[in-house]
């Protein structure tokens, strides 16, 4: 079971960025898949997750800028974030909840300049 992310990178103050996780060794669409991020100094915080039947949960602070999406087909799930602020710098992690255990990609590295 793998999952990895890509799509992050350095943009400016107010532009959009997608983060894609892609999934290996299991079916992406039996599972809820979360997104997570990690600010330097801070606890790791769930932004998004989306259930297999994509039912989808954001985090209140997010204030309606994010959505997560997944393709099935692809075996991807996304997220895609706009409106990016310096505060959104952080490590962005991909989560699978298989049968209540997490599996964590790397993570990929977002940094929003002002």
């Known amino acids: 079971v793998q999952v990895v992310e890509s799509g992050g990178g350095l943009v400016q103050a107010g532009g959009s960025l997608r983060l894609s996780c892609a999934a290996s060794?299991?079916?992406?669409?039996?599972?809820?898949i979360g997104w997570y991020r990690q600010a330097p100094g801070r606890g790791r915080e769930l932004l998004a997750s989306?259930?297999?039947?994509?039912?989808?949960h954001y985090a209140d602070s997010l204030k309606g800028r994010f959505t997560i999406s997944r393709d099935n087909a692809k075996k991807m799930v996304y997220l895609q974030m706009n409106s990016l602020q310096p505060e959104d710098t952080a490590v962005y992690y991909c989560?699978?909840?298989?049968?209540?255990?997490?599996?964590w990609g790397q993570g990929t590295q977002i940094t929003v300049s002002s």
């Open positions: 989560n699978a909840n298989i049968y209540n255990s997490h599996y």
């Open positions: 989306i259930t297999s039947d994509g039912i989808t």
């Open positions: 060794g299991f079916n992406i669409d039996d599972y809820a």
